[in-house]
């Protein structure tokens, strides 16, 4: 259990830099995150902070990342509801990368998730302590008290603001029985909350980290080789040097770590277009190194090849063989997706300043905490000599959980001694990033003469993300395979397999992770295996779910198929699913299970001139206690933006070693003329909290894809639909 503790100021506000006078109270607290375990990283009881003031106020600090992900105003919400707080009182402020707070990576969709019963303790523990301190300057028992909006209100009538109590709550030692608020009292969770940052954004004071200036600040544009991992052999910097605003040009040294920076050439400059306009006139002979053959087209043809060859069995029931053996029919498809780039509207950047052994930086990371630990490890100094701030981010999708910008800004401000910017162009973004998986997939069914499924075989080949940190790992880690071997399909004979698959460039997360593929081919082979079956897809789908019941897997939260197939069916019922639509329409569904969140699906599709137009996506979640509904909502619309623009355009591809993409003009988004109407529910109960941010994007293209063979007749295994001049 987690401990609540009363802080005493002198250890604890001038390193957090909070004002004197408050009641702090802060938290160890044992954060269950479903995390991938690295070689060397170590235990840790991080620490959450809360402060009332004598003037009332009360600040959080947020330890997590604000991306558009609302998760400032999410958990600030959670200890303000328990503790009975005006909202209007309430700020926040951002921590900096330190490991007492715990896990700092924002991203798995674990925010909420991680720190929901700790948020509520802390606000409880908060709420008990002040009423503790109005009775005991009243005189009279404490039941006689209650909290309510800021006030501590006796029964008589009398009442004293929270902050006129700091003086004596700050004396009380910590309850250790806590009474937490009945669920149907909250009046912030579960509600819609406005972002408690909506007024910094609309007026423009937010700082994202590319609005960080400093004095005397030079900002820097790097040059790196076309293929990754290539190095430097040579350069010219003449040409550069004559452009106006330019002050030097150094090389910078790949680094052999997981996130340590590609290397290259750094143009250093008295401003941004300058640095851009140097780096244009660098003349550089590279090193290409090994990967200077990656050819994503023969990749794939390498990868299709393995999938139809068995592989690494990951999970296995039953004897598939028989069941194919033994079949009425046997349906076979592939599945070829390629690299996706996250491209989020805020490049990488970051600003750092070294001063002998320390630095300080200012960055939108997803992740301070690997920051610190790799400016750290580059400066040979400690971490109580690097302080990372976290500035508000122009959109992550994974991309910034990576630190190798942030470094760069470290190794060229101790390289000419003075605070710098690093700014990366929308094209450095595009080629030299870490990028969503490039797969192959093979899958085989089996139907008895009822139209039952009676054996199930899904072969995958990908690049690991595990590659990353272990060089040369070419088969997925057990978390990349569960999310297609723990398919919660009733059926008898299933096999999970993998193929090997080694990076030809550097793999990252990216929003929805694995489940981006799983989600896609599994959805869309379901719906084939409807029509092999002459099913109607709905009914299908709920047959194959099956009974309802708590599937055994290995995450400590097990998932209910019965709010599976509830989403599915409330969605379907949203869609109007079944009854006519205008002519040429038609509707597509899938549903998946991710984040410990299930969300389904249905969108409604037309083709004019055998071009696709999304006018309508019906979705709906259950995550369990949904915290902020106007966050979730907002969650939800963007990720069907997210999925469509992964089915329509989404294409990363090599030749000769180098990305063939540069920008948005070549790889595309979904625009504001391609955005349907997105319609969300959310399923109310008091269930555990669970993600949000990301399970919302594996439907999408499944959907999209079965809608179309609905008009057409035809089925699309690949993507993306502009291959085919679809969009």
Request: aromatic share 8%.
């Amino acid at each position: 259990m987690s401990e609540i503790q009363n802080i005493s100021r002198r250890n604890f506000i001038r390193n957090m830099g909070l004002v004197s006078g408050g009641l702090i109270l802060g938290c160890n607290y044992n954060l269950f995150s479903k995390e991938i375990v690295l070689e060397n990283s170590a235990a840790f009881i991080p620490n959450l902070f809360i402060q009332l003031n004598p003037d009332g106020s009360l600040i959080i600090i947020a330890a997590r990342s604000e991306m558009g992900n609302g998760v400032r105003t999410s958990l600030t919400s959670i200890v303000a509801d328990e503790m009975e707080a005006d909202w209007n009182k309430v700020s926040v402020q951002q921590a900096v990368g330190d490991a007492k707070y715990g896990d700092q990576n924002t991203d798995g969709s674990r925010s909420v998730a991680g720190f929901y019963d700790t948020m509520r303790k802390m606000g409880a523990t908060a709420r008990m302590m002040l009423i503790t301190a109005a009775a005991k300057k009243w005189q009279v028992p404490e039941s006689e008290c209650i909290a309510q909006n800021h006030f501590i209100i006796h029964s008589s009538g009398k009442k004293l603001g929270y902050g006129e109590l700091v003086e004596i709550v700050k004396t009380l030692p910590t309850p250790t029985n806590i009474v937490y608020k009945d669920p149907k009292d909250f009046k912030y969770i579960g509600k819609n909350l406005k972002s408690i940052d909506i007024k910094d954004f609309v007026n423009g004071s937010a700082v994202f980290g590319i609005d960080k200036r400093l004095p005397n600040m030079k900002v820097v544009a790097i040059a790196r080789c076309p293929v990754t991992f290539g190095t430097v052999k040579s350069f010219d910097k003449t040409a550069a040097m004559k452009i106006k605003g330019v002050e030097d040009v150094i090389e910078i040294p790949k680094i052999e770590k997981p996130f340590g920076p590609l290397g290259g050439v750094a143009v250093i400059a008295s401003n941004t277009w300058a640095a851009f306009k140097g780096k244009q006139a660098l003349e550089i002979q590279w090193n290409y190194g090994k990967n200077e053959g990656y050819d994503s087209e023969t990749y794939m043809a390498e990868l299709t090849e393995r999938v139809h060859k068995p592989g690494k069995v990951e999970k296995e029931i039953g004897d598939v063989d028989k069941a194919f053996g033994e079949a009425a029919k046997v349906v076979e498809s592939t599945f070829k997706l390629p690299h996706l780039a996250h491209a989020p509207m805020e490049v990488p950047n970051a600003v750092a300043w070294v001063q002998g052994n320390s630095c300080e930086v200012w960055a939108p990371t997803q992740s301070p905490q690997s920051a610190q630990d790799e400016v750290v490890s580059y400066l040979g100094t400690t971490k109580d000599k690097v302080t990372i701030n976290v500035t508000f981010l122009g959109g992550g999708f994974g991309r910034k959980s990576k630190p190798d910008y942030i470094v760069e800004a470290a190794m060229i401000s101790k390289a000419i001694k003075a605070p710098v910017q690093v700014v990366w162009t929308r094209e450095d973004d595009i080629k030299h990033g870490y990028y969503h998986t490039v797969s192959s997939q093979y899958m085989k069914a089996s139907l008895d003469a009822q139209g039952n499924v009676t054996g199930w075989l899904h072969r995958s080949a990908f690049p690991s993300i595990m590659s990353t940190f272990k060089p040369g790992t070419d088969y997925p880690a057990g978390w990349e395979a569960s999310s297609a071997a723990d398919v919660p399909f009733e059926i008898k004979n299933f096999k999970v397999e993998s193929g090997q698959a080694p990076a030809m460039v550097r793999i990252g997360w990216m929003r929805s992770v694995i489940n981006i593929l799983h989600g896609f081919s599994i959805n869309v082979f379901a719906d084939e295996l409807a029509h092999a079956a002459k099913q109607d897809p709905l009914e299908f789908r709920l047959k194959l779910i099956g009974n309802d019941r708590i599937e055994d897997t290995k995450d400590p939260i097990k998932y209910n198929t019965a709010r599976l197939k509830n989403v599915l069916k409330l969605a379907a019922k949203n869609a109007n699913y079944g009854k006519p639509l205008p002519k040429g329409h038609a509707h597509g569904l899938a549903v998946h299970y991710s984040f410990n969140s299930y969300v389904a699906s249905v969108v409604e599709v037309s083709m004019t001139d055998d071009k696709v137009k999304v006018h309508n996506v019906h979705t709906v979640i259950d995550c369990g206690t949904a915290v902020n509904k106007n966050t979730i909502t907002s969650q939800l619309e963007g990720a069907a933006v997210f999925g469509m623009s992964i089915a329509y355009y989404g294409k990363i591809t090599a030749k000769d070693g180098a990305i063939e993409q540069n920008s948005y003009s070549d790889y595309r988004m979904i625009r504001m003329n391609e955005v349907p109407k997105v319609h969300v529910q959310i399923v109310e109960n008091n269930e555990v909290p669970t993600g949000v941010g990301e399970p919302g994007v594996p439907v999408i293209a499944p959907a999209i894809i079965n809608a179309i063979f609905k008009l057409t007749g035809k089925r699309y295994y690949n993507l993306p639909l502009s291959d085919y001049e679809l969009v």
